[in-house]
């Protein structure tokens, strides 16, 4: 009952406005939300939900009011004329787009305006916008601009309001709601003055969103370079075409690169045209283990010129009455590329053909059906989430041209994610198989099947958790020495970094309970979580004859949404049986990389990887 309640005050608010030109329609006087925290305290759910609602609470403001608009909110505004566009840019501290009579305190305010420039007005109104002043409003592409504003690494959070005209009916003034997030971050380490690291990112200079990236380091003692160095800059929208590029310069140690890359996603169902061009040089040191000896490590150099171009076309559905030409398309895209070894290992007729001389030709057609369900407390901490919900299927066929002679490649993609009735939660399933073939034979190929459960958000006193299961298969086929799996970290047996977990073949089993504390430190917000990882892979023996790898753990992550460095991640883990390992029991403080979900649009065809 209160979260209609909350629903219905929000959409009051808005329409009782008399005057759009003036943004202060949105500082109303915060008695009727003492109001209603007075009515919202007479059960434990309802202070829940409150605390999660307003300024003393966890998520600031999001939780009952994201996951209740299922509905397209513009849908009543369909067909209106926009009169007037408003951007209103908030403190990226205090403030929130789901409570806009939150005013932040005295510091917050401060830091706010004094040590952050905002994103211009200009650009977002130019490059970040898909509707303009003198438009007709369509429901789908303001829900559509709202989840890619917030997909941009310099916003927190964003949202959209339509307020009808009350002296023209038929027009509308439409408000954008931005809150950047903090664009300065430092990283560094100091062992001496013959060793140390600087880094310094900005991921809005001077307000124009580009971002860019510098760091070096020093290390007098090392034999094979002592100074290493990195800049990256990139521009996340060129202009009005939604086209991205970027610039990589790097000198380090085991990587030199030097590339430009400039690509377009199919960013909405409306998308009509998506590719990339991306060319580039880089030398690698790659240090390889063989599968039949893993305590032998082998350093490899590396080094190649290549470049990659595809483009693909969208096409609607030519069925306006059925349901399925609305989230629905059918999708078409080519890609040619070229790799040129100038150092790399031995290669053969049938030895590391990854390290072949090589050109590629992939073709392929798929079928998209997307859409997104508003949601939080997933993989951010407060942020509204745009889980996707849909299918994608997606053949690939093609020709490679290497110096041993041509082959074939074919494979197979299927993809499907939903929320399960019953509120039962969100599942994703991933299918992935291809494979090279020469004269009817298969060469290198890979199955991969991958499926992943998060639950619903858990009510827990004055606040929630969620329970992530993660089960992941890959077997590959007719691999090289040199090409295989690894199943530690991010890959299997997360806290642990062992080389020696390595093989063709991989099951790991992957589960996660995520508490969301309503506590804060210094406006880092907290969670706590446990975990246990389960993992088999080959060497050069069956998969299922080899041990169960195992890790279990437990710890707390504390992130402040209004800050774009990494999560910080405190974690203990007990590792029984890992090879290589000085002690079972490790402790670690490290950056956690938040993670996103899945997507179901079809971008360049390409060849499934071994990872």
Do not use: C
């Not at 969208?314 to 150092?343: C, G, M, Q």
């Not at 099947?449 to 858990?458: A, E, F, H, K, T």
Request: no cysteine; proline share 3%.
């Amino acid at each position: 009952m209160y979260r209609y309640f909350l629903l219905f005050l929000l959409f009051s608010t808005l329409a009782s406005a008399q005057n759009p030109d003036s943004l202060e329609i949105y500082s109303r006087d915060s008695t009727r939300y003492t109001n209603l925290k007075t009515r919202m305290s007479k059960t434990k759910f309802s202070r829940a939900v409150y605390r999660l609602l307003f300024r003393d609470v966890y998520n600031q403001g999001k939780v009952t009011e994201v996951k209740e608009i299922e509905t397209n909110p513009f849908t009543p505004y369909e067909g209106m004329v926009i009169r007037k566009i408003y951007i209103r840019q908030l403190n990226i501290l205090g403030e929130s787009v789901y409570d806009t009579t939150r005013k932040g305190n005295q510091l917050e305010r401060f830091v706010s305006k004094s040590l952050h420039t905002n994103t211009r007005e200009g650009i977002i109104r130019k490059s970040f916008l898909l509707f303009s002043e003198g438009d007709d409003i369509r429901a789908q592409v303001l829900k559509d601009n709202e989840r890619l504003l917030r997909t941009n690494r310099t916003i927190v959070d964003a949202r959209i309001l339509v307020v009808p005209r009350t002296d023209v009916t038929w027009m509308a003034d439409v408000i954008v709601l931005i809150q950047d997030a903090w664009s300065l971050n430092f990283s560094g380490g100091f062992n001496s003055f013959k060793k140390f690291n600087i880094g310094l990112e900005n991921i809005n200079v001077r307000g124009t969103t580009h971002s860019q990236r510098t760091a070096f380091r020093w290390d007098a003692r090392d034999t094979l370079q002592k100074f290493q160095f990195r800049t990256i800059y990139t521009i996340p929208y060129i202009g009005k075409t939604f086209i991205t590029g970027q610039a990589n310069l790097i000198f380090e140690r085991d990587r030199q690169e030097q590339s430009i890359h400039f690509f377009r996603r199919f960013l909405t169902n409306e998308t009509k045209y998506a590719g990339a061009v991306d060319v580039g040089h880089t030398r690698i040191r790659q240090y390889k283990r063989l599968l039949d000896d893993t305590e032998v490590q082998i350093r490899y150099p590396t080094e190649y010129n290549y470049y990659d171009i595809w483009l693909g076309r969208a096409f609607k559905f030519p069925f306006p009455e059925s349901r399925l030409s609305k989230d629905s398309r059918l999708v078409t895209a080519i890609r040619h590329n070229k790799y040129s070894f100038r150092d790399r290992p031995q290669v053969a007729p049938d030895l590391n053909r990854i390290y072949w001389n090589r050109s590629a030709t992939l073709i392929s057609l798929g079928y998209s059906n997307r859409n997104y369900k508003r949601d939080v407390l997933i993989y951010g901490f407060g942020r509204t989430e745009d889980v996707p919900v849909g299918n994608l299927f997606a053949l690939t066929i093609g020709q490679e041209n290497t110096e041993f002679g041509a082959r074939g490649y074919g494979g197979l993609q299927y993809a499907t994610g939903k929320y399960l009735p019953y509120n039962l939660g969100y599942m994703y399933g991933l299918v992935n198989i291809g494979t090279y073939s020469k004269e009817g034979n298969a060469q290198q190929g890979v199955l991969h099947g991958q499926l992943n459960y998060i639950s619903n958000l858990i009510p827990f006193r004055y606040s929630f958790f969620r329970q992530f299961l993660a089960f992941r298969y890959t077997h590959g086929v007719n691999r090289d020495p040199l090409d295989y799996l690894n199943i530690s970290g991010e890959q299997g047996i997360r806290g642990i970094n062992s080389e020696q977990l390595i093989g063709t073949k991989r099951l790991t089993l992957g589960t996660e309970t995520v508490f969301f504390s309503d506590k804060s430190l210094l406006g880092f917000r907290i969670a706590y979580f446990v975990f246990a990882d389960l993992g088999l892979v080959n060497g050069v023996q069956s998969l299922w004859s080899g041990p169960l790898y195992q890790g279990y753990g437990f710890g707390l992550r504390l992130r402040n949404e209004s800050l774009t460095f990494n999560t910080l991640q405190l974690r203990i883990g007990y590792y029984p049986n890992i090879p290589g390992n000085s002690s079972s029991i490790r402790f670690a403080v490290d950056g956690n990389v938040p993670l996103r979900l899945r997507d179901f649009d079809i971008s360049a065809p390409s060849i499934v990887p071994l990872q």
